[in-house]
T-cell receptor
Framework: DAGVIQSPRHEVTEMGQEVTLRCKPI?????LFWYRQTMMRGLELLIY????????DSGMPEDRFSAKMPNASFSTLKIQPSEPRDSAVYFC????????????????FGAGTRLSVL | DAKTTQPNSMESNEEEPVHLPCNHS???????IHWYRQLPSQGPEYVIH???SNVNNRMASLAIAEDRKSSTLILHRATLRDAAVYYC???????????FGAGTRLTVKP
């Protein structure tokens, strides 16, 4: 299994440009999570999906951020327009939401996308 | 998720045991205790989890206090590759998300 695949690994862009981050979850996983990590704020949950449906987007910083999951094997996180304070490492994770105890569900993380907005 | 408290950093010598503490005094009866770690320049990875009883796996052991208000992650023989930030997280039985704290940065000295 290739694990969770994120692209690109690094993105450098200028303020005001649109940025799209991509994630391919592990095949068979039905939950997908987007996190952002900065030195100041640590690892923050932005949004998560169950069965392609957004469940909790309370962590999305503002309207400039949007996330979609058009099918079970692909998700995008878009920032439009981007700002320097969006510079961070963005992680995608996936898990299986089982019929039993949800607390057992293990999240598998991708390698992250390091975003720099100049 | 209920809040957890961990030391900011710890040091260990290579091949010695490491005990990483976590306090969670407001844990509810249905909260599971999860541990993840994040190696440098990588995403977090699962280490172990438990509810009430101590747990062992190939990576580590988890010792849970009888009152469940604290737990300890035990690495039996630390290696240089175990240098990472270790996160202790409480997950409710009906939640599918995790809230990471600051974690403990473990340094392993040769």
């Amino acid at each position: 299994d290739a694990g969770v695949i994120q692209s690109p690994r690094h993105e450098v862009t200028e303020m005001g440009q649109e940025v799209t981050l991509r994630c391919k979850p592990i095949s068979g996983h039905n939950s997908l999570f987007w996190y952002r990590q900065t030195m100041m704020r640590g690892l923050e949950l932005l949004i998560y999906f169950n069965n392609n449906v957004p469940i909790d987007d309370s962590g999305m910083p503002e309207d400039r951020f949007s996330a979609k999951m058009p099918n079970a094997s692909f998700s995008t996180l878009k920032i439009q327009p981007s700002e320097p304070r969006d510079s961070a490492v963005y992680f995608c994770a996936s898990s299986v939401q089982g019929a039993g105890s949800l607390a057992k569900n293990i999240q598998y993380f991708g390698a992250g996308t390091r975003l720099s907005v100049l | 998720d209920a809040k957890t408290t961990q030391p900011n950093s710890m040091e260990s010598n290579e091949e010695e045991p490491v005990h990483l503490p976590c306090n969670h005094s407001t844990i509810s009866g249905t909260d599971y205790i999860h541990w993840y770690r994040q190696l440098p320049s990588q995403g977090p990875e699962y280490v172990i989890h438990g509810l009430t009883s101590n747990v062992n796996n190939r990576m580590a052991s988890l010792a849970i206090a009888e009152d469940r208000k604290s737990s300890t992650l035990i690495l039996h023989r630390a290696t240089l590759r175990d240098a990472a930030v270790y996160y202790c997280i409480l997950r409710g039985v009906n939640t599918n998300d995790m809230r990471f704290g600051a974690g403990t940065r473990l340094t392993v000295k040769p």
